[in-house]
């Protein structure tokens, strides 16, 4: 039988605000267990959440960005379950009134067609803390650090039919929050979650029983479970069995899916209106302030590089891919005055030593204003391409700006014709075999034996003498 | 309404009470009765009418994104039934 | 000096008739006495009560002259109060000491009141009889068989007994106005969102409300003054101008229109409590005012309704009283969930549970149209029955409770029963609305009270209409035999 795959995605996306989404407790990473809870994060006795301003914005922001129905009337309601990390003993999330409504992004898939995926809605809610399974003497440890940091839950349609789609719409999600600086998109550290509802289906049937993947914390595992899920899911029913609706974790030691502890066992949330917090109201005038604020999108950016710039679609997107990367390009193309130059070198040699190093682009030892000035060294003709691999290594090891380089180590290009003929004469006085066999030579061989002459030539000039000008003498004498 | 042992025994387990077989008993009878009273409910008519979650028609007030909390921790986990090294104890979870 | 109000104690500190040392030593010392009998306080803090009475009289001999300065004081143990146990009347919490102060202990201790203790109540305001204390029940100084009511009953047998100048307690569905009916003091219930919630455990948020409870309307207004306005920590706290309480105090009541609900009289309540409430009326009329009949139509649903509102909010606010954080654990607990069974099923008393469970039960799958959302439509029609009444009329009056106290143990067995007697005032925590309990006309010895509803955020009005009959009686200044 062919089957076919049907997965949605809910991704949890931490806003980086500087404080938690209802008290004033700091939201950095790493500080010592339980010294950035305070005690509307512990559900102290009598406490009281009040809603952070810039966590609303940010999910409005994202909803405009992708399009949505904006909630302009919003409530914040109670998910009751019991678990260590969850102080209250409820999570405050949003039900039935959410802050973002319908949207729906576009992803690119690997034969280059577009497919839109539908976004059902986002809602804003608190993270829970984390319980640390290490051996405390036999017991959990529970470290509320984490507990009331603001996320956005993005929930999608079911409209992705492969584990591939699912990265592709994860990773435009992910480009989108980055984008937005709205989220520092760090998988490592939990800041962008992904848990996968996924299911099979006899091709073109009625939907099957899903299961709800967890642990997935980056793009090649979010592959990799829903993959090893769906072949579990097949073999399942082949056999004669039926799916279960649970919640599954991927062990990516393990490399499986294995059903989790019952967290939700009832499942009965008892979700109601948190009395503690009122309806948010946003108004016309918000919701405009932040969409004519709306910076540019990664769609957006990628059709101008294409168009002002003249880059490859293929280009296009893999300098857009982060907003960092597409702004490093555009400032080096600034000074350097030509876009194709500074495209190849940033996707060319800079990516590649930086992948080599094992940096971010943040921690590039190249400015763009350093790499640009170079490539301007290039583009008026001081240096050729070939020597300016030289100075980019001389600057990537830190010593110095590209002038500075040039001009210590004397890799200026000659363009003086009386020097280069000087060196032309040199080589041709001293192979008159290789001379004489060239003007003997038919026509169509010779432009392939002047390669020698040129070799010859440059390795003379130790590279400095301006390619064109050698070529066009050696033609001329011979 | 009249409610069962068992249902008492799902509400109790949801809300994560203890109630032992001895008191069951008697929590069922009381909780149907009070569930009789509650019952009274149906006699009204709320056709079209718009549930009321709060008493004042308010909307909700926005904070400042501002860190204006210090570690407090120490005198928290004071009051904290079992601690170590900074982390709250309880019995082990199996995931 | 127990007899006195916060006016003419606060003269008597000015003038220097007395010290605030030696006014919370003589409160201190009837405290010693009484409270054995009485129950009344969970904690006495001497000691503390002693620094700030010193630290108020420097005050107030460097010429300070807030109203409240020195003035010796009771928090229901409802109120976080920093570095002091804070039970809320639970096993739970019965080594919980607070790390911090609700908003209104903070605003008590900024205008210079001296903090005597900490007082009895139901476990965590649940009940209408104080007999759902982990720490026994409270006695009415009126007849020591008889509750004080609840849940704030250590608050009023304190007032009411002399305990204490006046008390904080909180209300969320009669429990401020009841006990102050059944000990015969003033209570006060603000306007949902007039006073802070920060700091108040809670049980029913989108109800409570904390109030005073005092002998005079006077003191009640003096109380309000600082507890009332705008608190950035409470989301539900209203930003309204705070006006000045004391100001309208004696201001003419001719022409003024009280609605008299005909679901209040006759029905359930005693006879002879009805010809109180009529004595208390005819009293107004003489004063000028006017009595108009209305009708609240949905008052018998009152009941019913707020006993899903109220659970529902309850059984998810006390969910963070799980024994991992703060508060009682029970012993050697064998996983997780024994962890949580025992420490809350140990930990809790019946009543507390048995709303817990009413409440989960009200929010559970299936079940959440009919109970939660029906109740909160049927809230809505009880809201609108008031402000269709508040068009007619500038406050309504009827009994605060359809009984004077009753005996201890008379209706402990009977949850059902109990609820009843919560029948006028839970409507108006319903609303959101103020309301007052005053004495009136005892009845066979024991204390009666007249109810006062206002129209959002009259405080000002419900407290002069309160004073002027105080100044036309003297219902409210009769104090229980044995402790003059």
Redesign the interface.
């Known amino acids: 039988m062919q089957w076919e795959t049907v997965i949605g995605l809910e991704i949890h996306a931490q806003l980086a605000t500087k404080s938690k989404i209802f008290s004033g407790a700091s939201t950095a990473f790493g500080a010592a267990p339980n010294t950035q809870a305070c005690n509307v994060d512990l559900g102290m006795p009598g406490v009281l959440p009040v809603l952070n301003k810039e966590a609303v914005r940010m999910a409005v922001t994202f909803g405009v960005a992708i399009d949505a129905e904006i909630g302009q009337r919003s409530v914040f309601a109670r998910k009751n379950y019991f678990y260590p990390d969850l102080p209250k003993g409820y999570q405050i999330s949003q039900f039935e009134l959410p802050i973002v409504g319908k949207g729906e992004v576009d992803i690119e898939l690997d034969d280059g067609f577009c497919k839109p995926v539908g976004v059902t809605r986002a809602h804003l809610e608190e993270d829970a803390g984390k319980s640390l399974h290490e051996d405390f003497h036999g017991m959990t440890g529970v470290d509320l650090n984490r507990a009331g940091t603001p996320l956005l839950e993005i929930v999608s349609e079911p409209d992705m039919r492969s584990a591939k789609e699912a990265v592709a719409y994860a990773k435009k999600i992910h480009q989108i929050v980055q984008y937005l600086g709205i989220c520092d998109g760090n998988m490592q550290e939990g800041s962008f979650r992904c848990d996968a509802n996924v299911s099979v289906r006899p091709l073109g049937g009625p939907l099957g029983t899903r299961a709800e993947l967890k642990n997935l914390n980056s793009f090649r595992f979010l592959e990799r479970a829903i993959n090893i899920e769906v072949e579990r899911q097949i073999d399942l029913i082949e056999a004669g069995g039926a799916v279960v609706q649970e919640t599954r974790l991927y062990d990516a030691d393990k490399d499986e899916t294995r059903s989790m502890r019952s967290k939700e066992e009832a499942n009965d949330y008892r979700y109601f209106p948190d009395p503690d917090l009122l309806p948010v109201e946003l108004d016309a005038d918000l919701i405009e302030t932040i969409r004519s604020a709306m910076p540019e999108l990664p769609d957006a950016k990628r059709l101008r590089f294409a168009e002002v710039y003249g880059l490859s679609e293929y280009d296009a997107a893999v300098l857009t891919a982060s907003k960092d990367l597409a702004e490093y390009f555009e400032q080096v193309a600034k000074v350097a005055g030509d876009a194709k130059l500074a495209a190849n070198w940033v996707m060319g040699e800079l990516s590649g030593s930086l992948n080599k190093a094992g940096l971010d682009l943040s921690e590039s030892p190249l400015s763009a204003e350093t790499l640009g000035g170079m490539l301007l060294r290039i583009v008026d003709k001081t240096i050729s391409g070939k020597i300016a691999k030289q100075v980019f290594e001389a600057m990537w090891a830190g010593e110095g700006e590209a002038d500075q380089i040039i001009e210590a180590k004397g890799l200026k290009q000659i363009t003086d014709t009386g020097a280069i003929e000087a060196v032309v004469d040199g080589v041709l006085e001293a192979n008159p075999e290789q001379v004489a066999n060239y003007r003997s030579a038919d026509e169509k061989k010779r432009p392939k034996m002047l390669g020698f002459f040129v070799g010859q030539v440059m390795k003379q000039s130790k590279g400095k003498a301006n390619p064109q000008q050698v070529n066009e003498l050696l033609l001329k004498k011979l | 309404m009249s409610l069962e042992r068992s ?2 025994e ?10 032992s077989d001895d008191e069951l008993e008697a ?1 069922t009878s ?2 149907s ?12 008519d ?1 056709e079209g ?8 028609h ?12 210090q ?3 120490n ?8 601690t ?12 | 000096m127990h007899n006195k109000t916060i006016s003419e104690l606060a003269l008597g500190l000015r003038v220097g008739d007395f010290t605030s040392v030696e006014l919370t030593r003589s409160y201190l010392d009837r405290v010693s006495k009484f409270n054995n009998e009485l129950n009344s306080y969970i904690t006495v803090c001497e000691e503390s009560a002693l620094q700030s009475a010193e630290i108020a009289d420097r005050r107030i001999r460097a010429g300070e002259a807030e109203p409240l300065l020195g003035i010796p004081i009771a928090h229901k143990d409802i109120f976080c109060t920093e570095g002091v146990k804070t039970s809320c009347g639970s096993k739970m919490l019965d080594n919980f000491i607070a790390p911090y102060d609700a908003h209104v202990v903070s605003l008590f201790n900024q205008s210079g009141a001296v903090m005597l203790g900490k007082t009895n109540m139901d476990e965590f305001a649940m009940g209408s009889s104080n007999e759902n204390s982990y720490y026994g029940p409270v006695h009415n100084p009126w007849k020591l068989e008889a509750v004080p009511g609840g849940s704030s009953g250590g608050s009023a047998s304190a007032v009411a007994a002399g305990l204490c100048v006046a008390a904080t307690g909180t209300d969320t569905g009669g429990s401020i106005r009841q006990p102050a009916a059944f000990c015969g003091i003033t209570g006060l219930k603000p306007t949902y969102g007039r006073v802070s919630r920060y700091g108040m455990i809670a049980f029913a948020s989108s109800l409570d409300q904390g109030g005073p409870m005092t002998r005079t309307a006077e003191d009640a207004a003096a109380m309000l003054q600082v507890m009332a306005g705008f608190d950035p920590r409470d989301s539900t706290s209203a930003d309204q101008p705070v006006p000045d309480y004391m100001a309208g105090l004696g201001n003419d009541l001719s022409g003024l229109r009280i609605g008299v609900p005909k679901e209040y009289l006759g029905g359930g309540l005693d006879a002879d409590i009805e010809a109180s409430i009529q004595l208390a009326l005819a009293e107004y009329t003489r004063m000028g005012a006017e009595l108009v009949e209305i009708s609240l139509p949905n008052t018998q649903l009152g009941v019913p309704t707020y006993y899903v509102v109220a659970p529902a909010e309850c059984s998810s606010n006390l969910s963070r009283f799980d024994g991992v954080r703060y508060g009682y654990r029970c012993s050697d607990p064998k996983d997780l969930e024994d962890l949580y069974k025992r420490s809350r099923g140990e930990g809790f008393g019946p009543e507390v549970k048995r709303r817990i469970m009413i409440g989960t039960y009200a929010l559970s799958a299936g079940y959440y149209d009919a109970y939660y959302l029906k109740a909160q439509k049927i809230r809505h029609l009880i809201s609108d029955d008031f402000r269709e009444a508040f068009k007619k009329v500038d406050v309504i009056m009827g009994p605060t409770a359809p009984s004077t106290a009753f005996g201890i143990g008379e209706k402990s067995d009977d949850p059902v029963t109990m609820y009843l007697s919560d029948i006028y005032t839970i409507a108006v925590n319903l609303a959101g609305l103020p309301g007052m309990s005053i004495p009136v006309k005892p009845v066979g010895g024991m204390p009666v009270g007249l109810q006062l509803i206002g129209n959002y955020f009259e405080e000002a009005k419900l407290l002069n209409v309160a004073h002027r009959l105080q100044q036309e009686t003297d219902w409210h200044s009769a104090t229980p035999a044995g402790f003059e």
Not at chain 2, 49 to 56: D, G, N, T
Not at chain 2, 75 to 82: K, N, V
């Open positions: 249902d008492v799902k509400i109790a387990h949801l809300a994560r009470l203890a109630v929590v009381d909780l009765n009070i569930l009789n009273l509650v019952e009274q409910m149906e006699t009204a709320t009418v718009e549930p009321m979650a709060h008493p004042l308010m909307t909700q007030r926005l904070r400042e994104d501002e860190a204006t909390e570690d407090q921790r005198l928290f986990q004071s009051l904290a039934p079992l170590d090294e900074g982390l709250y104890l309880v019995p082990r979870v199996i995931e």
